[in-house]
């Protein structure tokens, strides 16, 4: 089956770049979507398709796919961009949505 | 304005069955495919299943560990999404979420608040 890697972590401080990966084998062959989830909120979608911004997203947030990893980047980072932010793929061999682990965003 | 509501979580006994369900409204429901999306507490998200739309004929997909216990179905005609699940284990505690694919891509656009289901003697 597909596995999926994200980093349990990334801490970065206000106004810096924070860079999430995930990472898959051979993931840039496939379209990777991003949500993120606040706590105790449900998740929100902030990435499609590898580099997709929905409407309402801020130009902070943009996402990149190739070879073996997946990278959302949110520039100028805010003191609300703090949450845990996961990505998703499909899974052919299972044929099912995967889920990375997720990643805590913390802004020092 | 799109809304995705669930309701009928609750606290049920191991081996249990309970049915979830999802009031839409603000969009086309038959012409998207739903799925439900389950967080474990503390844990990370897992996608449990999905059923298409009319035109591809409402078939029903399932994530392993659910497939044979879940059953997901929907109501054209009141514009519901539901969420059978019946054997339930304790690891199927979590909070049940349900989502709209945006063009039968994965795509999650809209998520309702969540209902709590937790199983446990």
């Known amino acids: 089956s597909y596995v999926l890697t994200q980093p349990p972590s990334v801490s970065v401080a206000p106004g810096t770049t924070a860079r999430i990966a995930c990472g898959g084998q051979n993931i840039g062959d496939k379209s990777v979507h991003w949500y993120q989830q606040k706590p105790g909120q449900a998740p929100v979608l902030v990435i499609s398709?590898?580099?997709d911004r929905p409407s309402g997203i801020p130009e902070r947030f943009s996402g990149s796919n190739s070879g073996n990893t997946a990278t959302l980047t949110v520039s100028r980072v805010e003191a609300g961009d703090e949450a845990d932010y996961y990505c998703?793929?499909?899974?052919?061999?299972?044929?099912?949505?995967?889920f990375g682990g997720g990643t805590k965003l913390t802004v020092l | 304005e799109v809304q995705l509501v669930e309701s009928g979580g609750g606290l049920v006994q191991p081996g249990g069955s309970l049915r979830l369900s999802c009031a839409t409204s603000?969009?086309?429901?038959?012409?998207?495919?739903m799925d439900w999306v389950r967080q474990a507490p503390g844990k990370g998200l897992e996608w449990i299943g999905r059923i298409r739309n009319k035109a591809n004929n409402y078939v029903a997909e399932y994530g392993a560990s659910v497939k044979g216990r879940f059953s997901v179905s929907r109501d054209e005609s009141k514009n519901v999404l539901y969420l059978e699940m019946n054997g339930l284990k304790s690891e199927d505690t979590a909070v049940y979420y349900c989502t709209r694919e945006l063009a039968a891509d994965g795509v999650f656009d809209y998520w309702g608040q969540g209902t709590l289901v937790t199983v446990s003697a």
């Open positions: 998703q793929v499909w899974d052919s061999s299972r044929d099912h949505w995967m």
């Open positions: 398709h590898d580099t």
């Open positions: 603000g969009f086309s429901f038959s012409f998207h495919y």
